[in-house]
């Protein structure tokens, strides 16, 4: 199996920073895409950042130009970056990863997810 663990969530104000990372562990092979998706109270899950196993990333509109996705392959680890935070920010930030486990199996995998406050 393959677990996801998110850290780096919390409370900031408007204008603030705050960087997200998601470490995969278990029995991975490789892994492929890796994203970011936030879920805010009332709404429905979206993404926010992607990045494929080649470091291309992709960005929805609303948060281009301020979040910035990373991943370090050696730790199988992802990063989000989040710069001039809103308070539109404020959600549960989940981890999302594609991995192929030994013995050839797949899996997409979700983490339990982060919470991220910003405060007006």
């Known amino acids: 199996q393959v677990q996801l663990v998110e850290s780096g969530g919390g409370l900031v104000q408007a204008g603030g920073s705050l960087r997200l990372s998601c470490a995969a562990s278990g029995s991975i092979f490789s892994i492929g895409a890796m994203g970011w998706f936030r879920q805010a109270p009332g709404k429905q899950r979206e993404l926010v950042a992607i990045?494929?196993?080649?470091?291309?990333?992709n960005y929805p509109d609303p948060v281009k130009g301020r979040f910035t996705i990373s991943r370090d392959n050696a730790k199988n680890t992802v990063y989000l970056q989040m710069n001039s935070l809103k308070p539109e920010d404020t959600a549960v930030y989940y981890c999302?990863?594609?991995?192929?486990?030994?013995?050839?199996?797949?899996?997409?995998?979700w983490g339990r997810g982060t919470l991220v406050t910003v405060s007006s």
């Open positions: 999302n990863a594609d991995a192929i486990i030994y013995g050839g199996g797949y899996l997409k995998v």
């Open positions: 990045i494929t196993s080649g470091n291309s990333t």
